[in-house]
Every structure is written in structure tokens, then in C-alpha cells.
């Protein structure tokens, strides 16, 4: 007898009553069906038994079920955040990650990736920062018919084609929380030109600096490079000023915590002597004693939406494009030792050593 043809997802929409496109967003897990729909589906396939061919799928597609994530990031918690919030989306589903690190200064580097995307017939890229800021790349990559999503720290693009989180106001907002623990001499440590995300950061420290009404020192200013070496090294600098900054505002933890590294080194006391607050709340602001102050950036977050994006590009507009920040309380930043007519610094959180204080940070009403 000759075997019964194997049932289609035309026959799942069909005895669902949905689309193709819903029985294709149950089967890629889409966060964004309702569960009436998802559970109706879902029986419907049990039903018939129907199995999905990814390789008939990605061979009438012309596409493979890969979602690159290209970068040129010297920071490899930020990238290793990134790869655990797409990995999270994707589970379960036919898609699969695909990183690629580039050398964004190489000549090559649009061919270099028209190749990595054509190779592996990419069904969407996410790129970070600060390739993500490359207008001729994302276009390319479009161009070649492959859906992109852009991480940044300010809008680069459409909603469904963007993922960015508000660095300049959190930064600012942080640095006046500085100020209103009595700090009024703030040093800071920029991050390395050429990232978008460091000249925002940049542009925080000076807006919150202007909000408290305390001044810019060149004196107590390092430019660095996201990495933990040049912390250090703005430690040397920043720790020789006259006088002393009492606190500082690093536009990493990274930097932050090499900075903490000399400061301890030389026997200065934090946050008794020296308040220091960093930016991303890695793993290593957690881990470092005593624990960082830090602005979370939500990169988990903003990769998961980045990922729900790339596997369901019909329904991206919907999802959020803007991440807001928190700033993570802990045991190195406490109130400037004289300030409000004290000798000893109050600490800046529930207590020195306990679990961090999330507090949602204030809008800045500072123009810009």
C-alpha cells in the first residue's frame, strides 16, 4: 500500500485555522502568540504528527536557521552577557548562534563580512557596538537579504532594527547621586574613542557634573580603553592629582576595578577615603572587594529582544527598542567623609557588605 503523505504545515494551518506564519511562530517559539493560540497549534501538531524538515525549510528560504552575532568588543563579559541572553531566545527552536569576532579597523572588513554572511547563508545578524554604528554595514547586510538588529547605547536605526539602552542619562544620574553623598570632586574615567558608548558615557559625566553644579578637571580625567590595564593606569593618574579626587565615576567595571587595584595598593581606603562606581554590573563588580557600585546595563535584556526580533522580523517593530538602566548599590561608594558635618562616610547601601540595593535611577530634567 503506498504510505501516506506526510502531513504539511499547510495542513496544521489549515486544521488550526491560523496562518502559516502563526503555526511558523509556534514552531519557532515566539514570545509574542498568545498561549490560546500556542496551545491550539501545538495540540494540532501533536495531532498529525507533523515534524518540521529545517533543511526544506532553509533550502526554500535560501537561508540556514543561523543568527550571527558579529562584534569587535575588547569586552569579553559584554559579549559573553550578549551570547547568554540570544542563547536563552533561541532554545527550543530550529535557530542557532553563529559569533564572529572582526577587526574593525581592517580594510577588508565589509568583505570579510559580505563572505562570513553569504558562507553561511545567515537568516539574521546582531551587531554590537561599535560596528553596530556603521550606517554602510547595516546596509550591506540588509542588502544581502539578512534581517539586522544594531546594539547601541543611542538609537541608530528603526525600532525593529535597533537595541540601545540610555547610557548618557544613567550616567548622569549616577554621577549627581555622587554628588548628593557630598562628593564635589568627581574624577572620571572615559572609555576609548571611536564607541559611541563611550562618548555618551562621556556626555553623562558632564551633564551630571553641570546638574550638580561642580566643575570638569582635566586633572582628574583618563581616558581608557574598557579594559582592566588602563584602569591601572588612570589610577596613576587621577591618584596623583592635588588634591585627591573623593570619588570616581569609571565608564566600565573593568577600568573600575583596575583603578581599585591601585588605590588599595596604595593604601587608600574605599569607600572610607574614595567612593568608585563602574557601568555594565559584570560578574567582576560582584566579585571584587569591597563590591561595586555599579549602572547595570541591561544587556541580557536588550539581546533577548535583539534575538526575538531576528527569528520573528514581521512582529520586530513590537518589541522594545529602549532598555532603561538601574543603578546596583553596593560597598564602594558611601558619603564623602566631612560631608553634612560627618568624619566618617555613611555607607551607600542597606549595609557594607550585604546584598546590593537596586534603585531605579530618576530621569536627568537638564536639557540637552
Known amino acids: 500500500m503506498p504510505k501516506e503523505p506526510k502531513p504539511t504545515i499547510n495542513d496544521v494551518a489549515r486544521l488550526s485555522g491560523v496562518s502559516k506564519k502563526t503555526v511558523s511562530r509556534v514552531i519557532n517559539k515566539s514570545p509574542l502568540l498568545n498561549e490560546a493560540t500556542r496551545k491550539k497549534v501545538e495540540a494540532v501538531i501533536a495531532e498529525l504528527g507533523y515534524v518540521p524538515n529545517p533543511q526544506a525549510r532553509a533550502l526554500a528560504l535560501r537561508r540556514n536557521f543561523l543568527i550571527g552575532l558579529i562584534h569587535d568588543n575588547p569586552n569579553a563579559q559584554m559579549v559573553l552577557g550578549v551570547q547568554e541572553g540570544i542563547l536563552e531566545t533561541i532554545r527550543d527552536t530550529e535557530f542557532a ?17 559580505r563572505h562570513f554572511i553569504e558562507q553561511q547563508r545567515l537568516f539574521g545578524v546582531m551587531l554590537l557596538p561599535p560596528i553596530s554604528e556603521n550606517d554602510e554595514l547595516a546596509d550591506m547586510c540588509r542588502a544581502l537579504g539578512c534581517t539586522v538588529v544594531r546594539m547601541g547605547s543611542a538609537a541608530l536605526d528603526k525600532s525593529e532594527h535597533l537595541v540601545a539602552s540610555n547610557d548618557r542619562q544613567a550616567v548622569a544620574d549616577a554621577v549627581y547621586w555622587l554628588s548628593e553623598l557630598g562628593h564635589k570632586r568627581i574624577g572620571f574615567i572615559a572609555g ?18 553641570a546638574r550638580a553644579g561642580l566643575p570638569l578637571d582635566p586633572a582628574i580625567m583618563a581616558r581608557g580603553t574598557y579594559r582592566f590595564e588602563s584602569g591601572q593606569a588612570a589610577g596613576d593618574k587621577l591618584l596623583a592629582a592635588t588634591p585627591r579626587p573623593t570619588a570616581i565615576f569609571s565608564s566600565n567595571d573593568e577600568m573600575a576595578a583596575g583603578f581599585l587595584h591601585r588605590a588599595l595598593g596604595q593604601g587608600i581606603r574605599v569607600p572610607q577615603d574614595l567612593s568608585i562606581i563602574g557601568f555594565d554590573n559584570t560578574a567582576t563588580a560582584a566579585h571584587i572587594w569591597p563590591p561595586l557600585t555599579t549602572v547595570q546595563w541591561p544587556i541580557k535584556a536588550m539581546a533577548r529582544a535583539a534575538a526575538s526580533k531576528l527569528i520573528d522580523p514581521a512582529d520586530a517593530a513590537s518589541q522594545p527598542s529602549i532598555f532603561l538602566s538601574d543603578l546596583i548599590r553596593r560597598a564602594s561608594a558611601a558619603t564623602c ?32
Open 97 to 113: 548562534l553563529v559569533v564572529r569576532p572582526v577587526d574593525r579597523h581592517s580594510p577588508a572588513l565589509l568583505d570579510d563580512i
Open 192 to 209: 576609548p574613542e571611536g564607541f559611541r558608548s563611550a562618548r555618551e558615557r562621556e556626555l553623562g559625566f558632564a551633564d551630571g557634573m
Open 337 to 368: 567623609a566631612g560631608a553634612h558635618g560627618t568624619d566618617a562616610p555613611a555607607p551607600a547601601t542597606q549595609d557594607g557588605h550585604g546584598p546590593a540595593e537596586t534603585q531605579p535611577l530618576t530621569p536627568v530634567t537638564k536639557s540637552r
